[in-house]
């Protein structure tokens, strides 16, 4: 008794003319197969990529250093309302420009923290809390932080910016909540590579011991600077919380029964306080870069392939059939079988 230990297959060999049907056919197939999954995948638009993005959480260090400016209105000593404005700043510079508006904080506290032990900045909190007199009451409030940011995987990114955090209410208030995301916003595309890029060319988004005057550190002048780069932080806060004022008559600073100096003695003996609380986090976001060559390459022979087999495989079997029909004018050869003796 014989098994069956091996099995080939017969070949069926075509042939013809140079300028016959058959011929014309099979140039016509070759340059098909080849072209045609190139055609294809151009014309999908995904071919040949100018672009794409990677999933990458951004390395954004809080600089310690802010600018708090507040505006309102106070009683002064005839009864009559008029604007108030205070602020203040971490940097000695800043605060000798800001004059008689400058307004110390009574309590500030500021932290960075990483849950996953990654040492990427995942949460940043800020509490600021300015104390007030009776007499006084804030209506809108701003608030600039500096920060660096930083790319460590496909794109090389190492450049400064700074985030702008305002709101505006229609009455006065005791606090405001700022509880967001922190949005890498990318204009134009960053290379992918190995060394650290710097859009900014080391210029700071928020030149505390260079300005010269305090228009250099108004959230305007912040924001215009910042709208030429191509790599800017975004603190994206659906909707502040802003929190009522408990005791919104203001009295008279002759009133108050704190300090002679209208009331204002830090927190306590009739003053009040406003609070200032900053919660943002920084989550994995797209990046948009430009591929390398290699990766443009790479990304468009997988496509090739992907197309070339089925188109491959279809003009193959149209092949066999016009050939096996006798459609086209061919010579058949066919492999001769050869009989082995069994032992």
Same mark, same amino acid.
């Given at each position: 008794m014989a098994y069956v230990v091996n099995t080939q297959l017969l070949i069926r060999r075509y042939r013809s003319g140079l300028c016959s049907g058959g011929c014309c056919l099979c140039v016509i197939t070759v340059v098909a197969t080849v072209l045609l999954p190139l055609f294809l995948g151009l014309a999908s638009g995904s071919f040949w990529p100018k672009e794409f993005a990677r999933y990458e959480q951004p390395d954004v260090v809080y600089q310690n250093d802010l600018v708090v400016f507040a505006t309102g209105e106070r009683l002064d000593a005839t009864g009559a309302l008029v604007p108030l404005a205070v602020a203040y700043s971490t940097s000695s510079r800043v605060q000798s420009l800001l004059g008689t508006s400058l307004r110390a904080p009574s309590e500030m506290r500021a932290a960075q923290r990483s849950p996953f032990g990654d040492s990427r900045m995942d949460v940043l909190e800020l509490n600021i809390t300015l104390p007030l007199a009776t007499s006084e009451r804030i209506t809108a409030v701003d608030v600039?932080?500096?920060? =660096?940011?930083?790319?460590?995987?496909v794109v090389r990114l190492d450049t400064a910016s700074a985030l702008v955090l305002s709101h505006a209410a229609g009455g006065g208030g005791a606090g405001v909540l700022f509880a967001g995301d922190v949005e890498l916003?990318? %204009?134009? =595309?960053?290379?992918?590579?190995? %060394?650290?890029?710097?859009?900014?060319?080391?210029?700071p988004a928020l030149a505390l011991s260079s300005a010269t005057s305090l228009s250099d550190v108004t959230p305007a002048a912040v924001l215009r600077r910042l709208h030429g780069r191509n790599v800017t932080l975004h603190a994206r806060v659906p909707s502040p919380l802003w929190t009522p004022d408990p005791s919104p008559t203001l009295r008279q600073?002759?009133?108050d029964p704190g300090s002679a100096a209208g009331g204002f003695a830090g927190l306590g003996g009739g003053s009040r306080a406003f609070t200032i609380e900053v919660l943002l986090r920084v989550p994995p976001q797209p990046i948009w870069m430009r591929p390398t060559l290699t990766e443009t390459l790479k990304l468009a022979w997988v496509q090739y392939l992907a197309l070339l087999v089925p188109i491959w495989l279809l003009f193959w079997s149209l092949s066999c059939l016009v050939f096996d029909s006798g459609i086209v004018d061919a010579a058949a050869d066919v492999d001769r079988v050869v009989k082995a003796k069994l032992h």
């Amino acid at each position: 008794m014989a098994y069956v230990v091996n099995t080939q297959l017969l070949i069926r060999r075509y042939r013809s003319g140079l300028c016959s049907g058959g011929c014309c056919l099979c140039v016509i197939t070759v340059v098909a197969t080849v072209l045609l999954p190139l055609f294809l995948g151009l014309a999908s638009g995904s071919f040949w990529p100018k672009e794409f993005a990677r999933y990458e959480q951004p390395d954004v260090v809080y600089q310690n250093d802010l600018v708090v400016f507040a505006t309102g209105e106070r009683l002064d000593a005839t009864g009559a309302l008029v604007p108030l404005a205070v602020a203040y700043s971490t940097s000695s510079r800043v605060q000798s420009l800001l004059g008689t508006s400058l307004r110390a904080p009574s309590e500030m506290r500021a932290a960075q923290r990483s849950p996953f032990g990654d040492s990427r900045m995942d949460v940043l909190e800020l509490n600021i809390t300015l104390p007030l007199a009776t007499s006084e009451r804030i209506t809108a409030v701003d608030v600039l932080l500096p920060a =660096q940011v930083k790319l460590h995987d496909v794109v090389r990114l190492d450049t400064a910016s700074a985030l702008v955090l305002s709101h505006a209410a229609g009455g006065g208030g005791a606090g405001v909540l700022f509880a967001g995301d922190v949005e890498l916003a990318v %204009r134009v =595309q960053l290379p992918a590579g190995t %060394r650290y890029l710097d859009p900014a060319a080391g210029e700071p988004a928020l030149a505390l011991s260079s300005a010269t005057s305090l228009s250099d550190v108004t959230p305007a002048a912040v924001l215009r600077r910042l709208h030429g780069r191509n790599v800017t932080l975004h603190a994206r806060v659906p909707s502040p919380l802003w929190t009522p004022d408990p005791s919104p008559t203001l009295r008279q600073p002759s009133a108050d029964p704190g300090s002679a100096a209208g009331g204002f003695a830090g927190l306590g003996g009739g003053s009040r306080a406003f609070t200032i609380e900053v919660l943002l986090r920084v989550p994995p976001q797209p990046i948009w870069m430009r591929p390398t060559l290699t990766e443009t390459l790479k990304l468009a022979w997988v496509q090739y392939l992907a197309l070339l087999v089925p188109i491959w495989l279809l003009f193959w079997s149209l092949s066999c059939l016009v050939f096996d029909s006798g459609i086209v004018d061919a010579a058949a050869d066919v492999d001769r079988v050869v009989k082995a003796k069994l032992h």
